[in-house]
């Protein structure tokens, strides 16, 4: 996740030959598939967590968010246990900026484990003030109110913000570097998640300016002022997905999520349109969007299927026959395999699910097997059956 | 990007900054950019995302 598209073609050279050969075959089904045409055999991308990767070595959690090579240690036993066709592992909160920042939003939990903690940056009535300038005011007024350590002078804050950024730079750079050590060792492809991360102007909203209480009444009560909010901020959504000037073959991630929770109304006039123009938009710039289909989205997929054909859907729940017949029909997608599963069924019977699965979605030509969700504690699943069922899709989802 | 608020651009700093030639002008202009770019990111991802 997040390592650049290029990164292996462009160090061909320095692959071991057993990693250059399995880069070359994986590189090749990936280049078909997201070209829509089909490959010779369903791609297979398995996603864990740091979360999860420590349950394999028996590290402290903890201990690997500030000792990078305990956290590689653990990255490389996922890569070690588990068949996968891209990077299987990746980690993509760091506390130690959190806790410069002194934040409240985000914190660290007594297992290692980064929490989210609801927190309602804005006020009902600072909507216009938000919506005439939106970075403006994230700054001077929102910043000081959830980072506890940047509500202060201008002095202490502009050393705290320095140390913090210093901080996030050198944490991206240890971390894409154990990516790309595990690309070369492994001869991963790219995958299909890669780039940076962006969102829907109203799961922005929704997840962190207002949080979700706030929002689901503002739908009702201030239905212009959301209206108008969520366009002010597409601009700084479309930025996140496309930094700097216009290069193709980018890509950029956003993780869908209050859509589900929508009445069709409130769907079409504040989610959507906003969804619809981040990935136009992104396209334009030449960034290619993997959405996260967080929850079922089913009843959406006549809009879906409208997205640019670029479009990748990383499916969490759902119909794997509508999503084949529409979304799928002329775009890249994969998910709904729930790896939790193998803690209750027979090895056999996971195995089945998968292959129920791949017989219903390599109708379209365009699907790669991934799970509905990363895994996130490795006590949720069985190891040994889900790596039988990676390698059944790998071994017999052939086309 | 149209996202002005607050934004200060390249050619805002040259603004400040007459006596930087053309040349020296043109080079610096990625990494100014690059970083204005990683800053935002920043900002938006650790702290509002």
């Known amino acids: 996740m997040g390592v650049p598209a290029d990164f292996c073609a462009e160090r061909g050279t320095t692959l071991n030959p057993q990693a250059t050969e399995l880069f070359a075959e994986r590189n090749a089904i990936r280049d078909d598939l997201l070209a829509l045409k089909t490959p010779k055999r369903v791609p297979v991308f398995a996603l864990f967590t740091l979360e999860a990767a420590v349950g394999l070595t028996g590290d402290s959690l903890l201990d690997c968010h500030y000792d990078t090579a305990l956290a590689e240690k653990s990255h490389a036993a996922v890569c070690e246990t588990f068949y996968s066709d891209a990077l299987p592992t990746y980690n993509s909160r760091f506390p130690s900026v959190y806790d410069i920042l002194g934040s409240k939003n985000w914190k660290l939990g007594s297992n290692g484990a980064m929490q989210y903690s609801g927190f309602e940056f804005m006020s009902e009535d600072e909507y216009d003030e938000f919506i005439a300038a939106p970075y403006q005011t994230i700054l001077e007024k929102f910043i000081p109110r959830v980072c506890s350590e940047l509500d202060a002078d201008p002095v202490k804050r502009s050393l705290v913000l320095a140390e913090a950024f210093a901080e996030f730079r050198q944490k991206n750079a240890e971390h894409f570097a154990i990516y790309g050590r595990l690309m070369e060792r492994f001869g991963y492809s790219a995958g299909v998640i890669a780039g940076p991360t962006t969102v829907t102007p109203f799961d922005f909203i929704g997840d962190q300016i207002r949080g979700m209480n706030g929002i689901m009444g503002d739908i009702f009560r201030y239905p212009d002022k959301l209206e108008e909010a969520v366009r002010a901020v597409l601009p700084s959504m479309i930025r996140l997905a496309a930094p700097g000037a216009r290069t193709d073959g980018r890509w950029c991630f956003i993780p869908l999520h209050f859509a589900p929770y929508l009445n069709l109304k409130a769907f079409q006039r504040f989610y959507w349109p906003l969804l619809e123009q981040l990935v136009v938009d992104a396209e334009k710039l030449g960034v290619r969007s993997t959405l996260f289909i967080e929850n079922n989205w089913t009843r959406y997929l006549d809009y879906l299927e409208t997205l640019p054909t670029s479009a990748v859907g990383w499916v969490d729940d759902g119909d794997p026959v509508q999503f084949t017949e529409k979304f799928g029909k002329d775009h890249v997608f994969g998910g709904f395999y729930d790896p939790l599963i193998t803690l209750t069924k027979s090895k056999e019977e996971c195995i089945d699910e998968a292959k129920r699965l791949c017989d219903t979605c390599m109708k379209s030509g365009h699907f790669f097997f991934t799970f509905n969700k990363s895994v996130m504690d490795i006590k949720s699943i069985d190891i040994g059956k889900l790596q039988a069922v990676l390698e059944w899709v790998r071994d017999k989802a052939i086309y | ?49």
């Open chain 2, 1 to 49: 990007m149209e996202t002005k608020d607050f934004q200060r651009t390249f050619e805002d700093y040259l603004a400040d900054h007459p006596d930087i030639s053309p040349e020296v002008a043109k080079r610096f202009k990625p990494t100014f950019e690059q970083l204005d770019d990683e800053f935002f990111a920043f900002i938006m991802a650790n702290v509002v995302l």
